[in-house]
């Protein structure tokens, strides 16, 4: 008990002294994922919205494909984009393999599929009635999209913070993909699954406590706008 304890406290110690080995850790992370999920989001949710408002051939094979993408697990888009990007591989030229320009690019693909699926539900929930009283009462097509995005935020909002959980928490594809290199592509939970395996259990609490406090923040933050928005409603 006394051991865990010490380590428990070493590894609270290593978060709040700014210990710089740790934040370079940490700022990897929110870097390589938050450009990840930028880039992900308007494409993603522009496909949910045609998804959900347009008819067209293949659409509900469409959906199953994105539906089917949900349960891919990180270590496999790690090896597709690995074969991908080696050296023998069809995009080798590009020499991304071992970088965090490699790592976005297999977090963009982890995070598609969630961003498009339940941006899709969350359109789903919308009454059709406001695309189609919104331009017929003269609106462009833009106003009348934002108009049902404003109507779906709550289920969009939901949607963003998933891919977010999601893909700064994956250890598969950044192990594969980025290499583990310290102060580059070292990130959270590859640093975590490394120190773990050497016995270092203290660098690894701290970084897992990190995720712990970052999927309380973008809870608390998802009901403060239902909250919020239940208010104004």
């Not at 992370?29 to 998804?51: D, G, R």
């Not at 089917?68 to 995009?91: D, H, K, W």
């Not at 934002?146 to 928490?169: C, D, P, Q, S």
């Amino acid at each position: 008990m006394g051991d865990s304890t010490s380590i428990t406290r070493d590894a609270i110690y290593l978060l709040f002294s700014g210990d710089a080995e740790l934040w370079a850790i940490i700022g990897v992370s929110f870097q390589v994922s938050t450009t990840a999920i930028l880039i992900s989001i308007p494409p993603a949710i522009a496909i949910a919205f045609l998804l959900a408002y347009t008819d067209f051939p293949g659409r509900r094979l469409t959906i199953s494909v994105f539906n089917t993408l949900l349960a891919v697990p990180a270590v496999v888009i790690g090896l597709t984009f690995y074969l991908l990007l080696s050296r023998q591989g069809p995009l080798g030229d590009w020499r991304l393999l071992f970088t965090q320009s490699a790592m976005v690019m297999g977090q963009i693909a982890l995070s598609f599929p969630i961003l498009v699926a339940m941006g899709h539900a969350a359109f789903q929930a919308v009454d059709k009635r406001a695309w189609e009283t919104a331009r017929t009462l003269g609106a462009s097509p833009s106003f009348a999209f934002y108009t049902v995005m404003r109507e779906a935020r709550f289920g969009l909002l939901a949607a963003m913070f998933a891919g977010y959980g999601r893909i700064i928490a994956e250890v598969g594809a950044s192990m594969m993909l980025g290499g583990n290199i310290l102060h580059y592509t070292r990130n959270i939970p590859t640093a975590i699954a490394l120190e773990t395996s050497k016995g270092e259990f203290s660098q690894g609490i701290a970084l897992g406590l990190v995720l712990i406090i970052l999927a309380l923040v973008l809870n608390m933050s998802l009901q403060y706008f239902q909250g919020k928005g239940q208010v104004s409603s």
